[in-house]
């Protein structure tokens, strides 16, 4: 019995990972809103805001919540809308990650602008693996930049990421340097999930087979 109760131990952890759940908090934006200085923010999501971007036309980035895919999503807007210019978006330091293990990053999306290449636009989504807060850190990696590709509606990505740390920060970032258009970025769905390796698979299945047999035996 103390055999089987350390083989027992050793596959649940071995299991784990395969049994993990998405480790982003409220990534699909059903767990709630909160307003936040008049802005609304999904909750356990983080806003940022760059400020005056353009001084002929100062202003600020806004938040919405909004219909999603399905239920709610996060909107980060700004532009013509109010006649200003704007750079900001929401973020989450993702807790739980594991380093060296492949996780998969996915997303909904969906944009609007305008397709001018001078207007100084952008829409991204990516990450940080050193689960910094920076927004305009160099180790982020921008898997979405939808900068000048005017209106789109929702899409779906998905890529594989290799945590190197305990954490990843997860980012957006949408703005205009010169609003001649509503520039905005829905976002829904966010999830990071780890991938179990092929070798923890085959052992977890030698080891549930090997209790099948016990347990006929």
């Given at each position: 019995m103390k055999r089987l109760?350390?083989?027992?131990?050793?596959?649940?952890?071995?299991?784990?990972?395969?049994?993990?759940?998405?480790?982003?908090?409220?990534?699909?934006?059903?767990?709630?809103?909160?307003?936040?200085?008049?802005?609304?923010?999904?909750?356990?999501?983080?806003?940022?805001?760059?400020?005056?971007?353009?001084?002929?036309?100062?202003?600020?980035?806004?938040?919405?919540?909004?219909?999603?895919?399905?239920?709610?999503?996060?909107?980060?807007?700004g532009g013509q809308i109010a006649g200003q210019s704007f750079r900001g978006g929401v973020y989450q330091?993702?807790?739980g990650?594991?380093?060296?293990?492949?996780?998969?990053?996915?997303?909904?999306?969906l944009v609007a602008g305008t397709t001018d290449p001078g207007a100084g636009q952008e829409r991204r989504i990516g990450y940080d693996l050193t689960g910094g807060t920076n927004p305009d850190s160099g180790d982020i990696v921008w898997v979405v930049v939808e900068d000048a590709?005017?209106?789109?509606?929702?899409?779906?990505?998905?890529?594989?990421?290799?945590?190197?740390g305990t954490s990843v920060t997860i980012w957006t970032r949408v703005g205009?340097?010169?609003?001649?258009a509503t520039t905005f970025m829905d976002i829904d769905n966010v999830s990071l999930?780890?991938?179990?390796?092929?070798?923890?698979?085959?052992?977890?299945?030698?080891?549930?087979?090997?209790?099948?047999?016990r347990r006929r035996v």
């Open positions: 109760g350390l083989l027992l131990v050793l596959l649940g952890a071995i299991a784990l990972p395969a049994l993990a759940q998405n480790l982003v908090l409220n990534g699909d934006f059903e767990g709630g809103f909160s307003s936040v200085g008049g802005e609304t923010i999904a909750n356990q999501w983080s806003w940022w805001d760059a400020g005056t971007v353009n001084p002929a036309y100062p202003g600020s980035t806004h938040f919405w919540q909004v219909g999603g895919v399905p239920g709610s999503a996060q909107r980060i807007i330091v993702v807790s990650t594991i380093p060296g293990l492949p996780h998969t990053f996915s997303f909904d999306y590709t005017g209106d789109k509606p929702w899409q779906h990505f998905e890529t594989t990421i290799t945590p190197t205009i340097v010169w609003p001649v999930v780890p991938v179990p390796e092929p070798s923890g698979l085959a052992v977890l299945g030698a080891g549930l087979a090997w209790l099948w047999r």
